[in-house]
Protein backbone atom coordinates (compact mmCIF):
# COMPACT_ATOMS: atom_id res chain seq x y z
CA UNK A 1 0.00 0.00 0.00
CA UNK A 2 1.32 3.63 -0.71
CA UNK A 3 -1.21 6.04 -0.44
CA UNK A 4 -5.46 5.10 -0.50
CA UNK A 5 -8.70 6.59 0.20
CA UNK A 6 -11.68 4.75 1.70
CA UNK A 7 -14.98 6.20 1.67
CA UNK A 8 -17.64 4.50 3.46
CA UNK A 9 -21.50 5.23 3.00
CA UNK A 10 -23.87 6.86 5.95
CA UNK A 11 -27.05 4.08 6.46
CA UNK A 12 -30.03 4.34 7.73
CA UNK A 13 -31.04 1.29 9.66
CA UNK A 14 -34.52 -0.43 10.81
CA UNK A 15 -36.71 1.06 8.00
CA UNK A 16 -39.79 1.35 10.97
CA UNK A 17 -40.28 -2.26 11.80
CA UNK A 18 -37.02 -4.16 10.37
CA UNK A 19 -35.39 -4.04 13.89
CA UNK A 20 -31.76 -4.52 14.17
CA UNK A 21 -32.12 -6.24 10.76
CA UNK A 22 -32.81 -3.84 7.55
CA UNK A 23 -30.98 -0.97 6.17
CA UNK A 24 -30.00 1.38 3.30
CA UNK A 25 -27.01 2.92 2.12
CA UNK A 26 -26.92 6.66 1.59
CA UNK A 27 -25.26 8.74 -0.31
CA UNK A 28 -23.07 10.82 2.72
CA UNK A 29 -19.46 10.01 3.11
CA UNK A 30 -17.05 9.00 5.52
CA UNK A 31 -13.40 9.56 3.47
CA UNK A 32 -9.89 8.45 5.28
CA UNK A 33 -6.55 9.07 3.03
CA UNK A 34 -4.60 6.84 4.95
CA UNK A 35 -0.60 6.88 4.08
CA UNK A 36 1.62 4.73 5.72
CA UNK A 37 3.78 6.53 8.63
CA UNK A 38 6.23 5.92 11.03
CA UNK A 39 3.74 5.82 13.76
CA UNK A 40 -0.02 6.43 14.55
CA UNK A 41 -1.72 9.83 13.39
CA UNK A 42 -5.75 10.22 13.19
CA UNK A 43 -5.98 13.96 12.00
CA UNK A 44 -10.18 14.78 11.77
CA UNK A 45 -10.96 17.71 9.12
CA UNK A 46 -14.53 18.48 9.18
CA UNK A 47 -17.24 19.62 12.08
CA UNK A 48 -19.22 15.88 11.68
CA UNK A 49 -16.25 14.33 13.41
CA UNK A 50 -15.91 14.04 17.27
CA UNK A 51 -12.99 15.62 19.04
CA UNK A 52 -9.97 13.73 18.36
CA UNK A 53 -8.98 10.83 21.22
CA UNK A 54 -5.87 9.47 21.48
CA UNK A 55 -5.62 7.23 19.06
CA UNK A 56 -6.36 4.43 21.08
CA UNK A 57 -9.61 4.86 21.94
CA UNK A 58 -10.31 5.91 18.45
CA UNK A 59 -13.29 3.70 16.88
CA UNK A 60 -11.26 3.60 13.53
CA UNK A 61 -7.88 2.30 15.16
CA UNK A 62 -10.31 0.02 17.28
CA UNK A 63 -11.86 -2.05 14.43
CA UNK A 64 -8.50 -1.67 12.61
CA UNK A 65 -6.93 -3.59 15.74
CA UNK A 66 -10.14 -5.92 16.15
CA UNK A 67 -9.36 -7.00 12.84
CA UNK A 68 -5.87 -7.55 12.89
CA UNK A 69 -6.02 -9.01 16.02
CA UNK A 70 -8.48 -11.41 14.89
CA UNK A 71 -6.04 -12.57 12.22
CA UNK A 72 -3.17 -12.82 14.65
CA UNK A 73 -1.28 -9.88 12.87
CA UNK A 74 0.41 -6.43 13.98
CA UNK A 75 -1.00 -3.00 12.38
CA UNK A 76 1.63 -1.07 10.88
CA UNK A 77 1.53 2.42 12.00
CA UNK A 78 -0.05 5.02 9.13
CA UNK A 79 -1.34 8.53 9.05
CA UNK A 80 -5.13 8.95 8.54
CA UNK A 81 -6.57 12.21 7.66
CA UNK A 82 -10.81 11.89 7.76
CA UNK A 83 -13.14 14.24 6.61
CA UNK A 84 -17.21 13.41 7.06
CA UNK A 85 -20.63 14.36 5.98
CA UNK A 86 -21.91 12.12 8.29
CA UNK A 87 -23.64 13.75 11.29
CA UNK A 88 -22.54 12.14 14.71
CA UNK A 89 -24.98 9.68 17.05
CA UNK A 90 -28.03 11.20 15.15
CA UNK A 91 -29.02 7.74 13.52
CA UNK A 92 -27.58 8.30 10.39
CA UNK A 93 -24.60 4.89 11.37
CA UNK A 94 -21.63 7.59 11.54
CA UNK A 95 -20.38 4.30 14.24
CA UNK A 96 -20.96 2.00 11.68
CA UNK A 97 -19.08 3.77 8.65
CA UNK A 98 -15.87 4.31 11.14
CA UNK A 99 -16.14 0.68 12.14
CA UNK A 100 -16.44 -0.39 8.69
CA UNK A 101 -13.61 1.93 7.76
CA UNK A 102 -11.19 0.85 10.30
CA UNK A 103 -12.01 -3.03 9.21
CA UNK A 104 -10.96 -1.90 5.78
CA UNK A 105 -7.62 0.21 7.12
CA UNK A 106 -6.47 -3.30 8.35
CA UNK A 107 -7.42 -5.46 5.86
CA UNK A 108 -5.10 -2.91 3.51
CA UNK A 109 -2.03 -2.75 6.08
CA UNK A 110 -1.78 -6.40 6.71
CA UNK A 111 -2.81 -7.50 3.07
CA UNK A 112 -5.45 -9.68 4.51
CA UNK A 113 -7.52 -10.47 1.11
CA UNK A 114 -10.78 -9.96 3.15
CA UNK A 115 -14.09 -10.96 1.57
CA UNK A 116 -17.11 -8.65 2.20
CA UNK A 117 -18.60 -11.55 4.69
CA UNK A 118 -15.49 -11.83 6.45
CA UNK A 119 -15.91 -8.32 7.06
CA UNK A 120 -19.66 -8.29 7.90
CA UNK A 121 -18.69 -11.00 10.72
CA UNK A 122 -15.97 -8.27 12.03
CA UNK A 123 -18.10 -5.30 11.86
CA UNK A 124 -21.24 -7.04 13.57
CA UNK A 125 -18.95 -7.88 16.34
CA UNK A 126 -17.96 -4.34 17.02
CA UNK A 127 -21.59 -2.96 16.43
CA UNK A 128 -23.70 -5.82 18.07
CA UNK A 129 -26.32 -5.71 14.80
CA UNK A 130 -25.77 -5.94 10.94
CA UNK A 131 -28.34 -3.37 9.73
CA UNK A 132 -26.18 -0.37 9.16
CA UNK A 133 -22.76 -2.29 8.75
CA UNK A 134 -24.24 -4.30 6.00
CA UNK A 135 -25.40 -1.40 4.34
CA UNK A 136 -22.43 0.81 4.58
CA UNK A 137 -20.39 -2.32 3.31
CA UNK A 138 -22.95 -3.50 0.64
CA UNK A 139 -24.46 -0.42 -0.03
CA UNK A 140 -28.03 -0.61 -1.63
CA UNK A 141 -31.04 -1.77 1.02
CA UNK A 142 -30.08 -4.89 2.69
CA UNK A 143 -32.19 -7.29 4.75
CA UNK A 144 -29.66 -9.28 7.61
CA UNK A 145 -30.08 -11.59 9.69
CA UNK A 146 -27.69 -12.41 12.76
CA UNK A 147 -28.25 -16.06 13.52
CA UNK A 148 -27.97 -17.73 17.29
CA UNK A 149 -24.89 -20.00 15.98
CA UNK A 150 -23.14 -16.16 14.81
CA UNK A 151 -23.71 -16.82 11.04
CA UNK A 152 -24.80 -13.94 9.60
CA UNK A 153 -27.38 -13.95 6.16
CA UNK A 154 -27.91 -10.89 3.83
CA UNK A 155 -29.98 -10.18 0.78
CA UNK A 156 -29.80 -6.79 -1.13
CA UNK A 157 -31.32 -4.83 -3.56
CA UNK A 158 -30.09 -2.13 -5.23
CA UNK A 159 -31.80 0.55 -7.95
CA UNK A 160 -35.07 0.79 -5.60
CA UNK A 161 -36.37 4.01 -6.90
CA UNK A 162 -37.08 6.11 -4.17
CA UNK A 163 -36.09 9.05 -3.12
CA UNK A 164 -35.39 10.27 0.87
CA UNK A 165 -35.57 13.03 2.88
CA UNK A 166 -34.18 13.44 6.50
CA UNK A 167 -34.74 15.99 9.45
CA UNK A 168 -31.54 15.76 11.15
CA UNK A 169 -32.54 17.87 14.73
CA UNK A 170 -29.49 19.81 16.53
CA UNK A 171 -29.47 17.04 19.42
CA UNK A 172 -27.25 13.80 19.72
CA UNK A 173 -28.63 11.36 20.94
CA UNK A 174 -26.24 7.57 21.44
CA UNK A 175 -27.52 4.58 20.34
CA UNK A 176 -26.68 2.90 23.66
CA UNK A 177 -29.12 5.87 25.40
CA UNK A 178 -32.10 5.10 22.65
CA UNK A 179 -32.15 1.23 23.47
CA UNK A 180 -32.50 1.68 26.73
CA UNK A 181 -36.46 2.74 26.40
CA UNK A 182 -37.33 -0.48 24.84
CA UNK A 183 -38.99 -3.21 26.59
CA UNK A 184 -36.08 -6.04 27.21
CA UNK A 185 -39.54 -8.70 26.07
CA UNK A 186 -42.06 -9.06 24.29
CA UNK A 187 -44.60 -11.67 24.68
CA UNK A 188 -45.63 -14.24 21.94
CA UNK A 189 -48.81 -12.31 20.73
CA UNK A 190 -46.94 -8.86 20.69
CA UNK A 191 -43.69 -10.36 18.74
CA UNK A 192 -46.14 -12.16 15.98
CA UNK A 193 -47.90 -9.16 15.71
CA UNK A 194 -44.63 -7.13 15.33
CA UNK A 195 -42.81 -9.63 13.16
CA UNK A 196 -46.17 -9.41 10.68
CA UNK A 197 -46.11 -5.43 10.31
CA UNK A 198 -42.38 -6.39 9.14
CA UNK A 199 -42.54 -9.17 7.05
CA UNK A 200 -45.25 -7.34 5.19
CA UNK A 201 -43.27 -4.16 4.98
CA UNK A 202 -39.86 -6.28 3.69
CA UNK A 203 -42.07 -8.10 0.95
CA UNK A 204 -43.79 -4.99 -0.01
CA UNK A 205 -40.59 -2.83 -0.20
CA UNK A 206 -39.06 -5.82 -2.68
CA UNK A 207 -42.00 -6.36 -4.47
CA UNK A 208 -42.14 -2.13 -5.49
CA UNK A 209 -45.37 -1.95 -3.62
CA UNK A 210 -44.35 1.34 -1.69
CA UNK A 211 -47.27 2.45 -0.70
CA UNK A 212 -48.07 -0.66 1.33
CA UNK A 213 -44.50 -0.43 2.38
CA UNK A 214 -44.97 3.18 3.60
CA UNK A 215 -47.98 1.90 5.48
CA UNK A 216 -46.46 -1.15 7.35
CA UNK A 217 -43.27 1.70 7.90
CA UNK A 218 -45.33 3.37 10.08
CA UNK A 219 -46.83 0.67 11.67
CA UNK A 220 -43.69 -0.50 14.05
CA UNK A 221 -44.13 -2.18 17.19
CA UNK A 222 -40.52 -3.31 17.93
CA UNK A 223 -39.08 0.21 18.71
CA UNK A 224 -41.02 3.43 17.09
CA UNK A 225 -43.47 3.52 19.71
CA UNK A 226 -40.95 3.79 22.49
CA UNK A 227 -38.74 5.93 21.12
CA UNK A 228 -41.04 8.52 19.50
CA UNK A 229 -41.50 10.43 23.15
CA UNK A 230 -37.48 10.93 22.96
CA UNK A 231 -38.14 12.92 19.23
CA UNK A 232 -39.46 16.54 19.03
CA UNK A 233 -42.41 16.83 16.48
CA UNK A 234 -42.35 13.37 15.58
CA UNK A 235 -46.51 13.15 14.93
CA UNK A 236 -46.32 16.41 12.97
CA UNK A 237 -42.89 15.73 11.06
CA UNK A 238 -44.91 12.00 9.91
CA UNK A 239 -48.21 14.27 9.20
CA UNK A 240 -46.73 16.91 7.13
CA UNK A 241 -44.73 14.36 5.20
CA UNK A 242 -47.07 12.21 4.28
CA UNK A 243 -49.06 15.59 3.34
CA UNK A 244 -46.22 16.69 0.88
CA UNK A 245 -46.49 12.82 -0.64
CA UNK A 246 -44.09 11.00 0.97
CA UNK A 247 -45.03 7.18 1.76
CA UNK A 248 -44.11 6.34 5.21
CA UNK A 249 -41.91 8.17 7.64
CA UNK A 250 -39.66 6.56 10.33
CA UNK A 251 -36.92 6.71 12.84
CA UNK A 252 -33.23 6.96 11.18
CA UNK A 253 -31.79 4.09 12.86
CA UNK A 254 -31.88 4.77 17.02
CA UNK A 255 -32.76 8.37 16.27
CA UNK A 256 -33.19 11.52 16.46
CA UNK A 257 -33.39 11.85 12.63
CA UNK A 258 -36.31 10.78 10.84
CA UNK A 259 -36.60 9.91 6.87
CA UNK A 260 -39.36 9.14 4.67
CA UNK A 261 -39.08 7.51 1.79
CA UNK A 262 -40.99 9.48 -1.31
CA UNK A 263 -41.51 8.54 -4.76
CA UNK A 264 -38.55 8.98 -7.30
CA UNK A 265 -37.84 12.24 -8.41
CA UNK A 266 -40.99 13.37 -5.77
CA UNK A 267 -38.32 14.20 -2.70
CA UNK A 268 -37.51 17.69 -3.20
CA UNK A 269 -41.27 18.97 -2.48
CA UNK A 270 -41.30 17.16 0.59
CA UNK A 271 -37.64 18.77 1.22
CA UNK A 272 -39.04 22.41 0.44
CA UNK A 273 -42.02 22.18 2.57
CA UNK A 274 -40.54 20.52 5.64
CA UNK A 275 -37.86 23.31 5.51
CA UNK A 276 -40.50 25.87 6.13
CA UNK A 277 -42.30 24.14 8.29
CA UNK A 278 -39.70 22.46 10.78
CA UNK A 279 -36.74 25.75 10.48
CA UNK A 280 -34.95 24.08 13.25
CA UNK A 281 -34.32 20.71 11.37
CA UNK A 282 -31.61 20.57 9.04
CA UNK A 283 -33.71 18.97 6.07
CA UNK A 284 -31.85 17.10 3.26
CA UNK A 285 -33.06 15.09 -0.09
CA UNK A 286 -30.58 11.86 -0.33
CA UNK A 287 -30.83 8.96 -2.12
CA UNK A 288 -29.62 5.32 -1.92
CA UNK A 289 -25.99 4.59 -2.62
CA UNK A 290 -25.93 1.29 -4.12
CA UNK A 291 -22.14 0.32 -4.21
CA UNK A 292 -20.99 0.67 -0.36
CA UNK A 293 -17.63 1.32 0.84
CA UNK A 294 -15.50 2.05 -2.04
CA UNK A 295 -11.58 2.07 -2.13
CA UNK A 296 -9.34 3.90 -4.47
CA UNK A 297 -5.52 3.93 -4.35
CA UNK A 298 -2.92 6.56 -5.57
CA UNK A 299 0.48 5.24 -6.27
CA UNK A 300 4.04 6.51 -5.92
CA UNK A 301 4.48 7.25 -9.83
CA UNK A 302 0.77 8.98 -9.47
CA UNK A 303 2.01 10.71 -6.04
CA UNK A 304 5.37 12.16 -7.60
CA UNK A 305 3.64 13.13 -10.92
CA UNK A 306 0.65 15.54 -9.05
N1 LIG B 1 -15.82 8.89 12.13
C1 LIG B 1 -15.77 8.59 13.43
N2 LIG B 1 -14.60 8.54 14.07
C2 LIG B 1 -14.54 8.20 15.35
N3 LIG B 1 -15.60 7.90 16.12
C3 LIG B 1 -16.79 7.94 15.54
C4 LIG B 1 -16.94 8.28 14.17
N4 LIG B 1 -18.24 8.23 13.87
C5 LIG B 1 -18.88 7.89 15.01
N5 LIG B 1 -18.02 7.70 16.01
C6 LIG B 1 -18.33 7.32 17.39
O1 LIG B 1 -19.63 6.72 17.40
C7 LIG B 1 -20.52 7.50 18.25
C8 LIG B 1 -21.90 7.54 17.65
O2 LIG B 1 -22.40 6.24 17.57
P1 LIG B 1 -23.94 5.93 17.75
O3 LIG B 1 -24.13 4.48 17.47
O4 LIG B 1 -24.42 6.45 19.07
O5 LIG B 1 -24.65 6.83 16.65
P2 LIG B 1 -24.77 6.66 15.07
O6 LIG B 1 -23.95 5.49 14.63
O7 LIG B 1 -24.45 7.97 14.44
O8 LIG B 1 -26.31 6.39 14.90
P3 LIG B 1 -27.19 5.06 14.55
O9 LIG B 1 -26.38 3.87 14.99
O10 LIG B 1 -28.46 5.23 15.30
O11 LIG B 1 -27.39 5.11 13.08
C9 LIG B 1 -19.87 8.89 18.30
O12 LIG B 1 -20.26 9.59 19.45
C10 LIG B 1 -18.39 8.55 18.28
O13 LIG B 1 -17.97 8.14 19.56
N1 LIG C 1 -30.96 -1.13 14.92
C1 LIG C 1 -30.26 -0.18 15.73
C2 LIG C 1 -29.69 0.90 14.82
C3 LIG C 1 -28.81 1.86 15.52
O1 LIG C 1 -27.53 1.34 15.73
C4 LIG C 1 -31.21 0.45 16.75
O2 LIG C 1 -32.30 0.83 16.33
O3 LIG C 1 -30.87 0.55 17.93
Known amino acids: MSRMTIAVPASTANIGPGFD ?11 LHVEESTQWEIEHRSVHLPSVPPVTDHLVYQAALHTANAYNKTLTPCKITMESEIPLARGLGSSASAIIAGIEVANQLCSLSLTKADKLKLATEMEGHPDNVAAALYGGFIVSVLLPNGEIEILQKTDVPLDLVVYIPTFELKTEDAR ?12 AA ?8 IAALSAGDFTLAGKMMEADLFHEPYRATLIPNYEQIRQEAKLAGAYGTVI ?15 GHKIESKLKTTFPSYEVQLLSMDDVGIHVSYISEKEKTSK
Do not use: C, D
Request: charged share 15%; hydrophobic share 40%; glycine share 8%.
Open 252 to 266: SGAGPTMISFAPKGE
Open 194 to 201: ASAVSNVM
Open 21 to 31: SAGMAVNRYLT
Open 180 to 191: KVLPEQFSRNEA
